[in-house]
């Protein structure tokens, strides 16, 4: 069986043998397959996507999706590519919201909470509902890193925000009329150069690299020849024997234990 | 013994100089401070608002964070933060419509209804260390010192969360004494400090702290003494604004009660950080002789 990510909405449809459920975009009724996602849902009712779509894959922040189920006050989001579609749920996509973003010289700054509240002096205006929180689709608690950088801790402010993808969601719900994933953002800017403890293996693997020792691996991937994509004479031998390359690389899974070497350690710094 | 803290924003940005010393003065005296591990803003000023309930929301949080950690008291240093939520407490105790409201509204916390005690720094002295007891722990006793015990208005306004009696308050005179100095003639104890004029109108709030200073300078004075943060930055940050808009004024050095109280301990001057007060503060310190006894 082919994966979803290669079929159509329709094809989706007749493979699985689709259970249609009504839903609402911006107030309209549509039926819709059961199975899909608020944004497939979305391009299978009609809609063509031209802004508030970005990466489908749940981390650029784009898809920003409100909606409500009936008889429940709440207000739920999610991202449109990774919300599964639910029965009778009036939705919209917020594409877009005003947030003014500080202006900053970067090299003039010296890392200190005061520079914060100078170029975000709304912060101040929190006044601890946490609508913000909830209205996050990535769970982060961004009523506490509020908290903490009122506090003068951006470290943890930082840390806590991390999950971040910038969706906006939470500036459209704050009662301060504040944008609080710039200035979150801001703020593990801060964390990155003045906070953050350098790390060693970068810095060891950024002077291998300049030293040139990946060079002759470089070259030999180079010595396969140039790849012309726009070709109309099939497959080249170079070509195939870079994908078997591709294919045959090692690869560290999610999973493995922190002692997990490469069978083929070549590329490792001895 | 261990309790609750609530230290405040201030505390950890421009008051650092409140909270150190206060948390190693009483590890020094047997109690252990534990900070809330969550905590917000503590909505800084109360509003008067009857029906304004969104601005219980915060000190309500941190209350139920308090809560949340088993805490029956919480003890806070700032005047201010100490205000807000012993209000909100009350309201929380008390009302009961408007408690519904505001936990139906946080329907993401635990319900709360005043369940935790909010207590002043002085308070958790006086009952539970006692001033005998604080008396027979001074090391170096702050003898020769005349001191202005600064109550400002929100330790003991309104009168139903006041840290001591509201009409003759002595708690901080009882400190004053215990650590060995003496309690200067201070009509202006209670007086406003000036307050959040400092930014919208700060002639009147000059004016206002000058009464402070003078009332201060007329009862023989060498200090003041205060637990607020905001009455520290009008009196003592800008006190060279309002000496110079004063000609009968002389600059007055300003402390944080805790600052004093962490000296009078033998504790390291280190944990008051005074480099945070007053340029000349330390200099007056050891003029004075008080830092003889500090732990090497």
New interface residues.
Partial sequence: MCSSDTMTAEETVKAVEAVMIPVYIMGKKYMVPESLTIMKAMEYAGYKFVRGAGCRGGVCGACGTVYRLPGDYHIRVGLACQTVVEPEMYLAQIPFYPANRATYNWDELKGEAEEVYAAYPELFRCLACNACTKVCPMDVPVMEYIAAIKQGDLDKAAQLSFDCIQCGLCATRCMGEMAQYHIAQMVRRIRGKFIAVPSEHVGKQVDAIKSGYYDKTMEELKALGTVDPFSDKGESDEIKKLKQLYKEREMESHAVEDSWKPENDYALLK | MRIGYY?G?TL??KAKNLEQAAIESMKALGIEMLELE????C?AVYSLADDDL??I??PA?DLIRAKDQAFDKVVTLCSMCYNTLARANKLMREDEVKRKTINT??E?ESDYAGEVEVIHFLNLIRDEIGWDKLKDAVKVPLTGLKLAPYYGCTLTRPNEIAIDDPLNPTIFLQFVEALGAEVADFDSAEKCCGSYNMVSNPEAAVSAAAEVIRSAEKGGADALILSCPLCEYNLSRKQANVVSANEDLHPLPVFYFTQLLAIALGLDPEVCKFELNQPDALAFLEEKGLLKGAVA
């Avoid at chain 2, 969550?38 to 803003?41: A, E, G, K, L, V």
């Fill in positions: 230290p924003c950890k940005t969550r905590w917000n803003c909505g969104i601005h929301l915060a949080r509204f946080m993401e």
